[in-house]
């Protein structure tokens, strides 16, 4: 593939044959959400255990979290007062959340390009394979990618033309954009690698107008940041506990595996041509606007990439990066008339939205032969299951209240438990706690007995140390699967000794 950087004198797109490009993209994104909302309606996927953890914190809004930011909390909870506590409610944010982006994106593609580039841009972003799977979940990058999309956007502006204006949104997005995930920070890094080659981005970060920004940004910020003070610095030390991981290494495969990951959260095309573009960086005199958009999709894939060949990554930590990387690309595709390539683009994102509405609608049955994993679903599955086998067997033991020893299990029963009645607990095995439900709902002696433990640990000898009584029960098991299912212990418990709440890890038997 030739990059070129001149206007060519091309063939006409399907867009040249469109009057108005922001009334059609809107029209088209505006049916795209009304499916996607349609399809979580019928989407038979469980909350996973990340979103129901989400929900429960909903249900009582702080300035932070043990390990997030507020902001998804806040969503959830504004979402729930509309529509209710369905798993498509609490999903329902995140649709509409990417409309909203994929018109940003437009506006900023505009801004910098033409009207072309900038129909492109939105299609492609609102159908580029990591957020047509995004769009039927509800997870942090939902709001992040917001919040970053128009506080580039208010960038941009500013470089154009500073205005005050501009700079309250600027300093508000990446205020909200940080109480949404912290990786917002990395923002500012593609402020500073702008800096580098154009006169206008170092001639604003001399005036009264950037610092202000970041001040408004810092004042947004400031009661997630005191409520973290407060609570021993929590969020701060788990999450650079979950940088850290198993321990630095030096596993540069890791971090070619999270490149190749990029393919399938930004999209094949795209990335491929983004790829590209920064092969031919060095030789070429790329526009200003191309700089631009690289200079802001760089820091997130390059620490996460460094990050990778250290520790750990999950492939949606450089999440943002796809904003500036989409634009670019499509920008360049659009210069060279590449038209095949970006209707290939958009069609991927199609098939790619048909694939998903039809197996999320039929995911207890969806199984792949031949793979080690058939289930694909199993991780989001049975968790309802779960909940139901849960209920019946502290109705049968007439329990009390129940226990589980896994942040997931308990995420998992408060919300579809979230009517039956019963008192939900997690058991803190340490002292200091390991996760928001250690918090609390820490299980103490206070506790309605007796309590149904739901629980990995087999050793009754971890429970007697608590409770006086332990009483084994079968296992509790929940389909999850054609070929899968999951299994849990289950002891009633009663009796509870001492003033401390459960402490320990898994041990004797």
Request: overall charge positive; hydrophobic content about 50%; aromatic content about 12%.
């Amino acid at each position: 593939m030739t990059l070129d950087t001149h206007t060519l004198a091309s063939p006409r797109s399907a867009a040249d044959y469109i009057t108005a490009p922001l009334p059609a993209m809107l029209a088209i994104l505006f049916v795209l959400t009304v499916v996607r909302l349609i399809g979580l309606k019928f989407s038979t996927v469980d909350l996973f255990f990340d979103e129901a953890q989400y929900w429960s914190w909903a249900q009582h809004p702080e300035f932070g979290y043990f390990s997030k930011p507020p902001l998804l909390a806040w969503l959830i909870a504004a979402s729930e007062h509309v529509c209710g506590s369905s798993e498509a409610c609490v999903r329902a944010p995140a649709p509409v959340i990417y409309f909203c982006i994929a018109t940003i994106v437009y506006f900023i593609a505009r801004r910098l390009y033409d009207e072309r580039t900038a129909f492109w841009s939105g299609l492609a972003i609102a159908l580029a394979t990591g957020v047509v799977f995004s769009a039927r979940i509800i997870s942090t990058d939902v709001p992040l990618l917001l919040f970053w999309s128009l506080a580039l956007l208010a960038y941009v502006e500013l470089l154009e033309r500073p205005r005050w204006s501009w700079t309250v949104v600027l300093g508000v997005a990446v205020g909200l954009g940080l109480l949404a995930k912290y990786a917002m920070v990395y923002f500012y890094l593609g402020v500073a690698l702008t800096a580098l080659f154009d006169s206008r981005a170092r001639a604003l970060l001399r005036t009264g107008m950037f610092w202000g920004s970041a001040l408004i940004a810092l004042l947004v910020l400031l009661p997630n940041l005191f409520w973290i003070a407060s609570h021993d610095f929590v969020t701060f030390k788990h999450t650079g506990d979950n940088i850290q991981g198993n321990g630095p290494g030096f596993r540069p495969l890791e971090g070619l595996s999270f490149i190749v990951s990029q393919f399938g959260v930004i999209g094949p095309i795209t990335f491929g041509v983004f790829l590209i573009g920064l092969v031919k960086l060095r030789g070429t005199r790329f526009p200003l606007a191309d700089r631009i958009m690289i200079a802001f999709a760089i820091p997130p894939l390059a620490l996460i990439t460094a990050t990778a060949m250290i520790t750990h990554y999950n492939a949606n930590w450089a999440a943002t990066a796809a904003i500036s990387v989409t634009i670019f690309a499509i920008a360049i595709l659009v210069r060279e008339a590449r038209w095949r390539l970006i209707y290939a683009t958009v069609c991927i994102g199609l098939i790619a939205q048909t694939l998903f509405l039809v197996t999320d609608a039929v995911a207890p049955k969806v199984s792949v032969p031949f793979i080690a994993k058939p289930d694909v679903y199993e991780r989001t599955m049975g968790w309802r299951n779960l909940a139901d086998a849960v209920k019946s067997r502290a109705t049968e033991a007439n329990a009390k209240s129940i226990v589980a020893d896994q942040r997931a299990v308990v995420a998992e029963l408060l919300y579809y438990l979230r009517d039956a009645g019963i008192p939900i607990y997690a058991w803190r095995s340490q002292t200091a706690p390991s996760d928001q439900f250690d918090m609390d709902i820490p299980l103490t002696r206070d506790a309605p007995q007796p309590v149904l433990a739901v629980v990995e640990c087999p050793a009754t000898n971890r429970y007697r140390a608590t409770f006086a009584t332990v009483e084994t029960l079968p296992d509790i098991t929940a389909v999850s699967g054609p070929h899968s299912k999951r299994a849990y212990r289950a002891f009633l418990l009663s009796g509870a000794s001492g003033e401390k709440q459960p402490a320990g890890s898994c041990f004797g038997s």
